[in-house]
């Protein structure tokens, strides 16, 4: 390990060796979700007081063991890098990569995410508003017979994960997660929007699904947050919702392991849905009453 002693949480006294042996132990449990997925990977290596930045091409000087994924973009590629085992992450995190943020797709069908997120963003350090609007989409998507699950972000709110089968493309993943968002936001106007404009939100939670989009990206499961405290973006059940303790930085590097071992999405991500089905449903929802479909 290359400067193990080096502080990478100054208000906690956590070092580089707390995050790799933290990523060490959760490997296990965050590998599957990494597996075969282009990442884009934050690195402090002064520390999360210091500067950082946003790595998507994967440096030359990492050993050829790295498994790297070049991916088409406008006017060229990128090299990510994929983390399909333990020693990758052990690597990445002596690299003061403290947070992982993965592709919803794959790299072997990149254009057919595997995941649908939506990222429930609130105006402030409001969890409460959090809560209640997670229970109301997981309500929706129970009426859309679509399966959920729950992941704290480790900073303020909350993501609802959808498993696909990978037959929809990123628009039409986007503009399905678009209109459940419009629905559940007509439903609770004067809480939820869909605005994208901060200034057109009017103190209300977002309800975020720009991360749907080709090399878009979101937290991945058991990341490690710079924030102080050290949280981590932890994966719960519907059941934990309700607990009084819950925030969206509920597990930290020190009981994250705890959590991890209870395997709350083991049957939920299972099997990837369609959204056909799931399409024709909202459609139904969404059509004004007493109208008849022609």
Same mark, same amino acid.
């Given at each position: 390990?290359?400067?193990?002693?080096? #502080?990478?949480?100054?208000?906690?006294?956590?070092?580089?060796?707390?995050?790799?042996?933290?990523?060490?132990?959760?490997?296990?449990?965050?590998?599957?979700?990494?597996?075969?997925?282009?990442?884009?990977?934050?690195?402090?290596?002064?520390?999360?007081?210091?500067?950082?930045?946003?790595?998507?091409?994967?440096?030359?000087?990492?050993?050829?063991?790295?498994?790297?994924?070049?991916?088409?973009?406008?006017?060229?590629? #990128?090299?990510?890098?994929?983390?399909?085992?333990?020693?990758?992450?052990?690597?990445?995190?002596?690299?003061?990569?403290?947070?992982?943020?993965?592709?919803?797709?794959?790299?072997?069908?990149?254009?057919?995410?595997?995941?649908?997120?939506?990222?429930?963003?609130?105006?402030?350090?409001?969890?409460?508003?959090?809560?209640?609007? *997670?229970?109301?989409?997981?309500?929706?998507?129970?009426?859309?017979?679509?399966?959920?699950?729950?992941?704290?972000?480790?900073?303020?709110?909350?993501?609802?994960? #959808?498993?696909?089968?990978?037959?929809?493309?990123?628009?039409?993943?986007?503009?399905?997660?678009?209109?459940?968002?419009?629905?559940?936001?007509?439903?609770?106007?004067?809480?939820?929007?869909?605005?994208?404009?901060?200034?057109?939100?009017?103190?209300?939670?977002?309800?975020?699904?720009?991360?749907?989009?080709?090399?878009?990206?979101?937290?991945?499961?058991?990341?490690?947050?710079?924030?102080?405290?050290?949280?981590? *973006?932890?994966?719960?059940?519907?059941?934990?919702?309700?607990?009084?303790?819950?925030?969206?930085?509920?597990?930290?590097?020190?009981? #994250?392991?705890?959590?991890?071992?209870?395997?709350?999405?083991?049957?939920?991500?299972?099997?990837?849905?369609?959204?056909?089905? *799931?399409?024709?449903?909202? *459609?139904?929802?969404?059509?004004?009453?007493?109208?008849?479909?022609?």
């Amino acid at each position: 390990m290359h400067r193990p002693d080096k #502080v990478l949480f100054p208000d906690d006294g956590l070092t580089k060796t707390d995050l790799v042996g933290c990523y060490r132990d959760v490997a296990p449990f965050m590998l599957p979700h990494l597996r075969g997925r282009p990442l884009m990977l934050e690195r402090y290596p002064d520390g999360i007081a210091g500067p950082h930045f946003m790595q998507k091409d994967t440096p030359d000087s990492y050993p050829d063991w790295i498994r790297r994924e070049e991916v088409p973009k406008e006017g060229g590629t #990128v090299t990510h890098t994929v983390c399909d085992d333990a020693a990758t992450l052990v690597f990445l995190a002596d690299q003061a990569c403290i947070t992982f943020h993965r592709w919803p797709s794959r790299a072997d069908r990149l254009e057919y995410p595997d995941r649908l997120v939506f990222d429930l963003d609130p105006p402030e350090d409001d969890f409460d508003s959090v809560r209640r609007a *997670a229970r109301h989409l997981g309500a929706l998507l129970n009426e859309l017979k679509l399966p959920s699950a729950l992941l704290t972000t480790g900073s303020k709110g909350l993501h609802v994960i #959808v498993p696909l089968d990978r037959r929809t493309g990123f628009d039409g993943v986007r503009e399905f997660a678009g209109d459940v968002a419009e629905t559940l936001a007509a439903r609770d106007p004067d809480a939820l929007t869909t605005a994208v404009r901060k200034k057109d939100r009017a103190g209300r939670l977002y309800l975020d699904v720009q991360r749907n989009g080709y090399a878009q990206t979101a937290v991945a499961p058991y990341s490690v947050r710079p924030l102080p405290g050290a949280p981590v *973006a932890t994966p719960i059940s519907w059941d934990q919702l309700e607990e009084t303790s819950l925030t969206a930085r509920r597990w930290t590097v020190a009981d #994250v392991l705890e959590q991890a071992r209870t395997n709350p999405w083991a049957t939920v991500l299972g099997r990837g849905r369609s959204l056909g089905p *799931a399409g024709r449903r909202l *459609a139904a929802l969404r059509r004004p009453r007493g109208t008849r479909r022609v």
